[in-house]
């Protein structure tokens, strides 16, 4: 988090180094709850970036902080009160907060946390070079996503064909999956995507059970989601039982 910090203060209020004592106008729209304890330790440890860098809050730095709660009304409220109180930047934490400045703003830089697909978003042009007023950190390096393909390729040489689980609702696995795409022709391996919400519905699935019972080859276990650390335990052993060799992104 002093990584972000210190790149949401030195970018652009470094160039205006040589204002001594200018009261600088911080803007932050978090996508949590003002009682939100991930959110309040974030914002606590972003008071202490910019404490390092020289930025005192009520000396020469102030903060204007704003609570979106995952609510696209109060993000898009609370971005144009930012925007009307003349930030010289604004943090935004989440793909919706920056949606909403975005909208309001094409002028005050802005930089964002926690958004998975920045360039599909339609926020930055490349993650290179972002161009416009936005720029920031993403959640995922999606090129990653292929190397799951090659990992399970390597376990298991003879695959042919692999299903990818899913979960359709969670935007950054279009990113992913894309990523997974390109790289397996290369691979000499035919992809079927499977969507599923949760463990037990990868068990219901009929689409999955066909590929148990028709591929003789093998399964890598989802692209993207946001389940719970038994998740990936339930949906390894549903692989496994099937003898169906798997890779999981996360563990």
Known sequence: MKGIAGSAAAWPLAARAQQAERMQRIGVLMNTAADDPEGQARIAAF???LQELGLTL??????????????????RRYAAELVGLASDVILASASAAVAALQQTTRTIP???TSVADPVGAGF????????GNITGFSTFEYTLSGK???LLKEIAPSVTRAAVLRDASVGSGVGQYAIIQAVAPSLGVELRAIDVRDPGEIERHRDFRAVAKRWSDHCRNHTSGSPSRSDHHARGPSSIA?????????A
Request: charged share 25%; no cysteine.
């Open 148 to 150: 799951w393909l090659e």
């Open 110 to 112: 802005i930089v964002f």
């Open 242 to 250: 099937r003898r169906l060799p798997s890779t999981v992104p996360r």
């Open 124 to 131: 930055v042009e490349t993650l290179a070079h972002p161009g």
């Open 58 to 75: 009520g000396r020469n730095a102030r903060i204007d902080a704003r609570w979106g709660a995952a609510d696209a009304d109060s993000s």
């Open 47 to 49: 008071h202490q970036g």
